[in-house]
């Protein structure tokens, strides 16, 4: 690749790029700065103050339509219009977050443009005047390094892998508005049914409480909920209980269901196989709660408690709420 | 109504990874000998997603399809035992050590000699590589309309009516066929084999294709139509350094833990 730069595409969520795209912001960063060419974001929805956003997370130019009806994801209005502001773009390479929506457009836009693809990276560094690309196979138990005999490599990333840039406000790029076409629209979206989340998002949240088949029964959930109102955390799950109903499917942290990257991750029940470890292996600091001694989470995490659950989680709570309120009586 | 499944033969996934061994001088996952080959799960649920299409429909053909080597006759049968009505080999050397874009070429060649194929479905990726590229790739390739992610599908009017899976939650969206949907694990546990469809699956036709049959030529498969270059497989390092959180009691092992949180200023 030579220095033609790198296009990242951006979602955003209220208005505002989300997370994990500032964090493509700062990957591609690093990158441009050690290969050279302009860094260009694509962001459909972008309005004049989405695209001052991603100009202050380090974007060089700002490719978007105008238009914030296009906030939301429609698989082939975006692979349409991204592929538009690719070819104007020219870049070595497209990076995309590994949400849903990037693992619909990736792929599509690659073969559009008769481009190398690689999905659900976890690594993507500057080699030999070339990228490549690491990702999680084989249930995450396997780690596979690629690169492309393409002049377009398309890849995606996964949240929690890099940090986003600071926020610079003096940092100056040009927007370029590309019209969206609505009639490259073959698959049409009828309805968007989202849970209510008056919690914390698990994407988002700080402590994350999860839980896997150890925990035996459904119930096992709202023993981990007590907890999580302690720490202000959010309660996910292995892919065990979501595919036995025992909660929705919408809690699956995994190699196919969300990532996370918190501060602080408790596996209650949890073995730590390598599909599960895939959503949740970035995490600062893993508790592993589990009757069996020789789980392989153990391996993954900072502390690990050995017995069970039922029994500590409560008994957490409370020293946590003891811990605090001495805490507090110490500072009045 | 003609449904096309295309399904991948893995080494199964469920077995503990200490049956795989990861040569990294030959850059291969080696799967210990004795494992058992199997259909990837997400496509077996594809798979599933066709028989519920079947069961309310009636009059739906349904063909599963593999790439593979001789050996992947096996998940034919498999398929042809869940209740598919005809099943499709590609196998050739030339097909071999391509990647997902050859993969997509050679699937997308048989689906067009096929002719009459309505609806397309695979899994939203293989229990192998973890990709999830081929799908998207057969409906680029084919110019048909692609969602991928389905929890639930039905056919509806002269269309498809899918529900895609999203991080909270999960959006309806309908498709003129042919279309590609790609199925996720939300769709629901694959019905087993009956013993009246394997009895059934012996006579079951299956029809074997090379690249000549498709219509390709060198270069238009495998390896030399691949743009993926391997460069390196290894097994991610593990963090190693775990503290156990002891205590004579639940209480005590849970009140310990506790203050090692508070220690580490992560309450």
């Known amino acids: ?332 | 109504m003609h449904i096309v499944v295309c399904v991948k033969q893995v080494p199964n996934p469920e077995a503990a990874f200490s049956m795989f061994k990861v040569d990294e001088a030959a850059k291969k996952v080696v799967p210990a000998s004795g494992l058992q080959m199997v259909m990837s799960p997400f496509d077996e649920q594809a798979l599933e997603a066709a028989l519920r299409i079947r069961d309310a429909v009636a009059q739906a053909r349904i063909t599963v399809m593999t790439l593979g080597t001789e050996t992947a006759r096996a998940v034919l049968k498999q398929g042809l035992a869940m209740g598919a009505d005809d099943g499709v080999l590609l196998s050739d050397p030339a097909f071999q050590d391509g990647d997902a874009y050859s993969t997509a070429r050679v699937l997308s060649a048989a689906i067009g000699k096929l002719a009459d194929c309505d609806l397309v479905l695979t899994g939203r990726q293989a229990a192998d590589w973890d990709a999830g590229i081929v799908g998207c790739g057969i409906a680029e390739l084919m110019q048909m309309p692609v969602i991928t992610f389905a929890r639930d599908l039905r056919l509806e009017g002269s269309g498809v009516r899918v529900e895609r899976v999203v991080e909270n939650g999960f959006d309806v969206i309908e498709a003129a066929l042919p279309a590609v949907v790609t199925v996720s694990n939300e769709l629901g546990a694959a019905r087993a084999p009956s013993l009246r469809e394997t009895m059934r699956a012996a006579r079951k036709p299956v029809t074997a294709w090379s690249a000549a049959d498709l219509g390709l030529k060198e270069g238009d498969a495998g390896a030399r139509a691949a743009r993926r270059i391997l460069e390196r497989l290894f097994v991610p390092p593990k963090k190693g350094a775990c503290e156990l959180v002891d205590g004579a009691t639940p209480e005590e092992q849970g009140s310990n833990l506790a203050q090692r949180l508070q220690q580490a200023k992560l309450l």
């Not at chain 1, 900072?302 to 709420?321: E, N, Q, T």
């Open chain 1, 1 to 332: 690749m030579s220095a033609r730069g790198i296009t990242v595409v951006a979602e955003l969520s209220r208005g505002e790029p989300t997370a994990l795209s500032r964090e493509l912001l700062g990957l591609a960063r690093g990158l441009v700065d050690a290969l050279g060419g302009p860094l260009s974001v694509a962001c459909p929805a972008a309005d004049a103050r989405a695209a001052a956003e991603l100009i202050a997370y380090g974007a060089d130019r700002v490719y978007a339509s105008g238009e914030r009806s296009a906030q939301d994801y429609d698989s082939d209005v975006w692979t349409h219009w991204v592929a538009a502001a690719t070819r104007e773009a020219k870049p070595g390479a497209v990076l995309i977050g590994h949400t849903t929506s990037g693992a619909d457009l990736a792929p599509r836009l690659a073969f559009r443009l008769q481009a190398g693809i690689a999905t659900g990276c976890v690594a993507i560094s500057a080699e030999g005047g070339g990228l490549q690309y690491t990702r999680p196979c084989y249930g995450g138990n396997v780690r596979e390094t690629v690169s492309f005999n393409t002049p377009l490599a398309v890849a995606t990333v996964r949240g929690g892998c890099y940090d986003a840039l600071a926020r610079d406000s003096q940092r100056t790029g040009e927007t370029v508005t590309i019209g969206l076409d609505p009639a490259a629209r073959r698959a049409r979206v009828l309805e968007r049914q989202r849970e209510s989340g008056g919690d914390v998002r698990l994407e988002d949240a700080r402590v994350v409480i999860a839980g896997g088949r150890g925990l035996n029964g459904p119930d096992g959930f709202e023993v981990l909920a007590e907890l999580a109102r302690e720490l202000q955390g959010a309660v996910g799950a292995s892919r065990v209980p979501c595919d036995l109903g025992w909660c929705p499917h919408s809690m699956q942290i995994g190699l196919t269901g969300k990532t996370v990257t918190p501060e602080l991750y408790f596996a209650v029940g949890i073995s730590g196989a390598g599909h599960h470890m895939a959503g949740c292996g970035n995490a600062r600091n893993i508790v592993a709660i589990n009757t069996d001694a020789d789980a392989a989470i153990y391996k993954d995490a900072r502390w690990g408690v050995v017995g069970d659950y039922r029994k500590i989680i409560p008994s957490l709570v409370a020293a946590i709420r003891e811990l605090r309120s001495s805490d507090r009586a110490r500072d009045t």
